[in-house]
């Protein structure tokens, strides 16, 4: 749960200042830290980003009374602009999950199980 | 064994990451795409636009753009340069997409940006001479100080708006297409008046016509394409006598004969690409003073090709519509006249069939002589792809093709040169710039002589109550026909020599019927001493314009607005009761004659809610169709169709006409053969297309009305506007084509305006304001236009531009 909400509060400062892409650097880095096993570091990070882009996302949508998102619907034969809302947020859990994984199996210390709580 | 399993997972994120980063096929990258800080998302209008203040390096004094509820902008500048770069800026920040997209496309520079899907469009424009053209417009307009300033402006106000971009501000086509924009030079706003030109004045049918005559032989061609329908109401008004002996060059003794059956990249010009306008003098309206009407009619786009704009500063206030890239006020009017353009047809494009010496094309035969040629080598870059050379080789007469034949046989290949008149330096801008500033009949008429291609009908109105109208534009002087049909590039005498003397232009002044107008039609009667063409619109929207103002008395601008959706068809009220006539009824079923019942009561008028027009329509098409197809089918070469007013004068007046009977079969068939089945086909595939009789035939929905996004992004554009018109009335919105702005304004002490255009002033798709006017046009709902005489009071919000250097 920390876990997540570390990632989402650097991934969405990073995010604003540097490329997409950067939003795998708080996975990489609390996914080290933190050392869960594997499938929690994934779902954490998964979590974070998918949250975080799907919030942005939905915020927008609201904001824009869909405008926009009706048309990349349209564009991307998406049906749907909630369809457009979950490829974004799954987009950004997908490369933040991953980036976690790679965080914790990097860390080679020991895992105690208390950690990380 | 966590190293391992750490290396896998880093390079499946690795991999994950450059594959959102990259752009497979017509997908957009989507990580970055989809970012909601830098992707598309960022493009989202969430909040209403705020005033602001803004530093613009470069500007000499403060300008002021205050936007109106519609978002349009109002620029206050303090001299010409800041108004033009306070121009250039703001029109960059609300369209860059479409002015580089244009540009791009003028300069043949699409595969750079797209990809090799667009490469043979490029060659195309580079082989038409497009940058070439530019090019020379650019060292005419260098040879005018004021000119080049302006245009100068204009590109540094366009940079200020490009250079304070981050990627994540990019208009979202730039993050759609994954590319960014570019330095804006001022050679872009000559590409984009020759891209005027290649939309406008770039319609040829001599391929067509030279097999026409190879063909049917010459009576076709004097039947269908020189005999004028009797209906026929040119421009200037056939009362008008020309004083002047007209110095025709000399035609040759015999027509060249082409190596025909070869195929010319021809260029058809889509119905619906005309335009109307017109203006009444003071003794028909109420009000006493002009009102003057313009719509063009273009092929729609979102963002739209106009922008509404008012420019003032000292010496200027003028309101009206520009053009993505070109500096003022194109359609407008300011506190003392109005002006607006329809487009000339006249033939300014020839084929010139080349012998070159050998196989090198270093030289070429002209006037007994061979002479050199020049080439032109034209690089193309492709994105993804190898850049390519093309060159191209030039003779006197303009850019080479190599033309393919179109009957497959092992000959040897033939070359067209190509002139044109978008190969002549130009400086149109000067024109729309004293326009801008004009305060009499005298200044537009000073204002016109700089003006050479798209030729155009400009009508005008001023307070002093002048109306008038030029068919303006630089015309070659040629004899009668020449350059209908492929010419002979050997010989000089189908060389253009010189140009129809600016007086002897048509044109009037205040004529005594009151009111001056043009819809494409024919410029002036047979009597006109110069040739200028032999393929004019039909003569339907222009008569019915003056059908419809010689009956007016005390017009006011509700009338004029009215007229401009009038959607009677000329060519239902002369086809139809022929038609009606000649159908058979005992061979049509019960449910068919139900049909033919609706018909029969029909008015003529184009309305959206009637399912008459829409029987009408496909009928007409295929009894048209079926009248000529079995003779034009019978040769592969291109072959030029009769035009359809034409076509209904003589199958009206000619029961035996001889196209009527058809080739393939062994009996004879009359009019009412053709009527007849026509008609049940008609309702044949109205049925496969549209279900059975009823309110899914309405004109409305078969008019299949579509605005399309600008680079046919799906979902960018807006389909299924139903609405009423067509091409042959004065509302001619049809398919993807209709009229771009609709404009009327009434001269006087207060001058009003009223406008709108099928689009907004914002070129994003993410913001509301981007399709806001469609449905207003759509019902032909005018706004009243904001001219203002000074800084407004009132406004949605304002923009302050400062030089950087100040406080």
Same mark, same amino acid.
């Given at each position: 749960?920390?876990?997540?909400?570390?990632?989402?509060?650097?991934?969405?400062?990073?995010?604003?200042?540097?490329?997409?892409?950067?939003?795998?650097?708080?996975?990489?880095?609390?996914?080290?830290?933190?050392?869960?096993?594997?499938?929690?570091?994934?779902?954490?990070?998964?979590?974070?980003?998918?949250?975080?882009?799907?919030?942005?996302?939905?915020?927008?949508?609201?904001?824009?009374?869909?405008?926009?998102?009706?048309?990349?619907?349209?564009?991307?034969?998406?049906?749907?602009?909630?369809?457009?809302?979950?490829?974004?947020?799954?987009?950004?859990?997908?490369?933040?999950?991953?980036?976690?994984?790679?965080?914790?199996?990097?860390?080679?210390?020991?895992?105690?199980?208390?950690?990380?709580? | 064994?966590?190293?391992?399993?750490?290396?896998?997972?880093?390079?499946?994120?690795?991999?994950?990451?450059?594959?959102?980063?990259?752009?497979?096929?017509?997908?957009?990258?989507?990580?970055?795409?989809?970012?909601?800080?830098?992707?598309?998302?960022?493009?989202?209008?969430?909040?209403?636009?705020?005033?602001?203040?803004?530093?613009?390096?470069?500007?000499?004094?403060?300008?002021?753009?205050?936007?109106?509820?519609?978002?349009?902008?109002?620029?206050?500048?303090?001299?010409?340069?800041?108004?033009?770069?306070?121009?250039?800026?703001?029109?960059?920040?609300?369209?860059?997409?479409?002015?580089?997209?244009?540009?791009?496309?003028?300069?043949?520079?699409?595969?750079?940006?797209?990809?090799?899907?667009?490469?043979?469009?490029?060659?195309?424009?580079?082989?038409?001479?497009?940058?070439?053209?530019?090019?020379?417009?650019?060292?005419?307009?260098?040879?005018?100080?004021?000119?080049?300033?302006?245009?100068?402006?204009?590109?540094?106000?366009?940079?200020?708006?490009?250079?304070?971009?981050?990627?994540?501000?990019?208009?979202?086509?730039?993050?759609?297409?994954?590319?960014?924009?570019?330095?804006?030079?001022?050679?872009?706003?000559?590409?984009?008046?020759?891209?005027?030109?290649?939309?406008?004045?770039?319609?040829?049918?001599?391929?067509?016509?030279?097999?026409?005559?190879?063909?049917?032989?010459?009576?076709?061609?004097?039947?269908?394409?020189?005999?004028?329908?009797?209906?026929?109401?040119?421009?200037?008004?056939?009362?008008?006598?020309?004083?002047?002996?007209?110095?025709?060059?000399?035609?040759?003794?015999?027509?060249?004969?082409?190596?025909?059956?070869?195929?010319?990249?021809?260029?058809?010009?889509?119905?619906?690409?005309?335009?109307?306008?017109?203006?009444?003098?003071?003794?028909?309206?109420?009000?006493?003073?002009?009102?003057?009407?313009?719509?063009?009619?273009?092929?729609?786009?979102?963002?739209?090709?106009?922008?509404?704009?008012?420019?003032?500063?000292?010496?200027?206030?003028?309101?009206?519509?520009?053009?993505?890239?070109?500096?003022?006020?194109?359609?407008?009017?300011?506190?003392?006249?109005?002006?607006?353009?329809?487009?000339?047809?006249?033939?300014?494009?020839?084929?010139?069939?080349?012998?070159?010496?050998?196989?090198?094309?270093?030289?070429?035969?002209?006037?007994?002589?061979?002479?050199?040629?020049?080439?032109?080598?034209?690089?193309?870059?492709?994105?993804?792809?190898?850049?390519?050379?093309?060159?191209?080789?030039?003779?006197?007469?303009?850019?080479?093709?190599?033309?393919?034949?179109?009957?497959?046989?092992?000959?040897?290949?033939?070359?067209?040169?190509?002139?044109?008149?978008?190969?002549?330096?130009?400086?149109?801008?000067?024109?729309?710039?004293?326009?801008?500033?004009?305060?009499?009949?005298?200044?537009?008429?000073?204002?016109?002589?700089?003006?050479?291609?798209?030729?155009?009908?400009?009508?005008?109105?001023?307070?002093?109550?002048?109306?008038?109208?030029?068919?303006?534009?630089?015309?070659?002087?040629?004899?009668?026909?020449?350059?209908?049909?492929?010419?002979?590039?050997?010989?000089?005498?189908?060389?253009?020599?010189?140009?129809?003397?600016?007086?002897?232009?048509?044109?009037?002044?205040?004529?005594?019927?009151?009111?001056?107008?043009?819809?494409?039609?024919?410029?002036?009667?047979?009597?006109?001493?110069?040739?200028?063409? #032999?393929? $004019?619109?039909?003569? /339907?929207?222009?008569? *019915?314009?003056?059908?419809?103002? +010689?009956?007016? !008395?005390? =017009? %006011?601008?509700?009338?004029?607005?009215?007229?401009?959706?009038?959607?009677?068809?000329?060519?239902?009220?002369?086809?139809?009761?022929?038609?009606?006539?000649?159908?058979?009824?005992?061979?049509?079923?019960?449910?068919?004659?139900?049909?033919?019942?609706?018909?029969?009561?029909?008015?003529?008028?184009?309305?959206?809610?009637?399912?008459?027009?829409?029987?009408?329509?496909?009928?007409?098409?295929?009894?048209?169709?079926?009248?000529?197809? #079995?003779? $034009?089918?019978?040769? /592969?070469?291109?072959? *030029?169709?009769?035009?359809?007013? +034409?076509?209904? !004068?003589? =199958? %009206?007046?000619?029961?035996?006409?001889?196209?009527?009977?058809?080739?393939?079969?062994?009996?004879?068939?009359?009019?009412?053969?053709?009527?007849?089945?026509?008609?049940?086909?008609?309702?044949?595939?109205?049925?496969?297309?549209?279900?059975?009789?009823?309110?899914?035939?309405?004109?409305?929905?078969?008019?299949?009305?579509?605005?399309?996004?600008?680079?046919?992004?799906?979902?960018?554009?807006?389909?299924?506007?139903?609405?009423?018109?067509?091409?042959?009335?004065?509302?001619?919105?049809?398919?993807?084509?209709?009229?771009?702005? +609709?404009?009327?304004?009434?001269?006087?002490?207060?001058?009003?305006?009223?406008?709108?255009?099928?689009?907004?002033?914002?070129?994003?798709?993410?913001?509301?304001?981007?399709?806001?006017?469609?449905?207003?046009?759509?019902?032909?709902?005018?706004?009243?236009?904001?001219?203002?005489?000074?800084?407004?009071?009132?406004?949605?919000?304002?923009?302050?531009?400062?030089?950087?250097?100040?406080?």
């Amino acid at each position: 749960m920390i876990l997540a909400l570390a990632i989402l509060v650097l991934a969405f400062l990073l995010n604003l200042l540097l490329p997409w892409w950067s939003i795998a650097i708080p996975g990489l880095i609390f996914g080290y830290v933190f050392n869960k096993k594997g499938r929690a570091s994934f779902g954490w990070g998964f979590l974070a980003l998918f949250l975080l882009w799907g919030g942005q996302a939905f915020y927008i949508h609201i904001a824009n009374d869909g405008v926009l998102s009706s048309r990349i619907a349209e564009m991307l034969n998406a049906g749907s602009p909630f369809a457009v809302i979950l490829v974004t947020a799954v987009v950004g859990g997908l490369v933040s999950g991953l980036a976690a994984l790679t965080g914790s199996l990097a860390n080679s210390s020991p895992r105690l199980s208390s950690r990380g709580k | 064994m966590n190293y391992v399993k750490a290396a896998i997972s880093g390079i499946l994120l690795l991999t994950i990451i450059i594959a959102l980063n990259l752009k497979l096929g017509p997908l957009p990258p989507v990580g970055k795409f989809v970012d909601p800080d830098g992707g598309f998302w960022a493009n989202a209008e969430t909040t209403s636009p705020g005033s602001g203040e803004l530093n613009l390096p470069g500007l000499e004094g403060d300008v002021t753009v205050y936007f109106d509820e519609r978002r349009v902008p109002h620029i206050f500048a303090e001299n010409d340069h800041d108004l033009y770069m306070a121009q250039g800026y703001v029109v960059a920040r609300d369209r860059l997409f479409q002015m580089e997209m244009q540009t791009y496309d003028a300069a043949g520079r699409l595969a750079e940006i797209i990809g090799p899907a667009l490469l043979e469009r490029d060659q195309q424009t580079r082989r038409w001479g497009m940058p070439y053209g530019a090019e020379k417009a650019m060292e005419e307009i260098r040879k005018d100080p004021e000119m080049y300033a302006v245009i100068s402006a204009y590109a540094k106000g366009v940079n200020a708006y490009i250079n304070q971009l981050s990627p994540a501000d990019y208009p979202l086509e730039y993050k759609v297409l994954d590319i960014a924009p570019e330095e804006w030079k001022p050679i872009k706003t000559t590409l984009l008046l020759k891209n005027m030109t290649r939309t406008l004045a770039a319609g040829n049918a001599e391929e067509a016509t030279s097999n026409s005559i190879a063909f049917f032989g010459s009576d076709f061609i004097e039947k269908y394409f020189e005999t004028k329908p009797e209906l026929n109401d040119p421009i200037i008004p056939p009362s008008r006598t020309w004083d002047f002996e007209a110095d025709l060059p000399e035609a040759p003794d015999s027509l060249y004969v082409s190596a025909s059956a070869e195929e010319l990249p021809a260029f058809e010009m889509p119905e619906g690409i005309g335009s109307n306008n017109w203006v009444v003098d003071g003794s028909k309206t109420a009000s006493g003073y002009p009102i003057l009407a313009n719509d063009p009619h273009l092929h729609l786009t979102l963002p739209s090709i106009w922008y509404e704009v008012q420019l003032h500063a000292p010496g200027v206030n003028a309101y009206g519509v520009s053009l993505q890239g070109v500096p003022s006020v194109i359609i407008g009017f300011n506190e003392e006249v109005a002006w607006g353009v329809t487009n000339v047809s006249a033939d300014v494009l020839d084929w010139y069939e080349v012998k070159f010496k050998d196989d090198t094309k270093q030289e070429y035969r002209h006037g007994g002589q061979w002479k050199p040629t020049t080439t032109r080598i034209e690089e193309i870059k492709v994105r993804g792809g190898a850049t390519v050379l093309d060159s191209v080789v030039y003779t006197h007469h303009g850019p080479v093709t190599e033309v393919s034949s179109s009957t497959g046989d092992e000959k040897d290949p033939v070359y067209h040169a190509l002139r044109w008149i978008a190969h002549d330096g130009s400086n149109e801008l000067k024109t729309f710039y004293g326009l801008n500033r004009a305060r009499s009949y005298d200044n537009y008429v000073d204002a016109l002589k700089h003006y050479i291609a798209p030729a155009q009908n400009f009508v005008f109105a001023s307070n002093e109550g002048d109306i008038a109208l030029w068919v303006n534009g630089l015309f070659p002087k040629k004899w009668k026909y020449q350059g209908r049909t492929v010419s002979d590039g050997t010989d000089p005498k189908y060389d253009w020599k010189g140009w129809i003397p600016r007086d002897h232009v048509p044109h009037i002044k205040n004529p005594e019927r009151g009111f001056v107008s043009s819809a494409n039609q024919e410029s002036a009667a047979p009597d006109y001493p110069y040739y200028l063409d #032999d393929d $004019f619109a039909p003569f /339907e929207r222009g008569r *019915r314009i003056n059908d419809l103002l +010689r009956e007016m !008395e005390n =017009i %006011t601008t509700a009338d004029i607005q009215k007229m401009q959706m009038d959607d009677y068809s000329y060519y239902a009220a002369t086809l139809l009761p022929g038609l009606l006539e000649w159908i058979q009824k005992e061979e049509l079923s019960e449910a068919e004659k139900e049909v033919l019942n609706v018909v029969q009561n029909w008015n003529y008028h184009m309305k959206a809610d009637q399912l008459a027009p829409s029987v009408f329509r496909n009928w007409a098409s295929n009894f048209y169709r079926s009248v000529f197809e #079995d003779e $034009f089918e019978r040769t /592969e070469a291109r072959l *030029r169709w009769p035009p359809r007013d +034409r076509f209904v !004068e003589v =199958i %009206t007046e000619e029961s035996e006409m001889s196209f009527v009977d058809n080739v393939n079969t062994a009996e004879t068939e009359s009019r009412r053969h053709l009527a007849t089945t026509s008609f049940k086909e008609t309702l044949q595939e109205m049925t496969d297309a549209y279900g059975s009789f009823g309110d899914d035939w309405k004109w409305g929905i078969v008019i299949n009305n579509d605005i399309d996004h600008l680079a046919r992004i799906p979902g960018f554009g807006r389909q299924d506007l139903y609405s009423s018109g067509n091409y042959d009335a004065v509302n001619a919105t049809r398919g993807k084509n209709g009229p771009s702005w +609709r404009m009327v304004v009434e001269l006087g002490p207060e001058v009003k305006g009223y406008g709108v255009y099928p689009g907004g002033a914002s070129g994003n798709p993410g913001s509301p304001n981007y399709d806001s006017m469609v449905d207003a046009w759509r019902t032909g709902e005018l706004f009243e236009l904001n001219f203002y005489r000074q800084a407004p009071d009132t406004f949605l919000y304002k923009m302050k531009l400062q030089p950087s250097d100040s406080e």
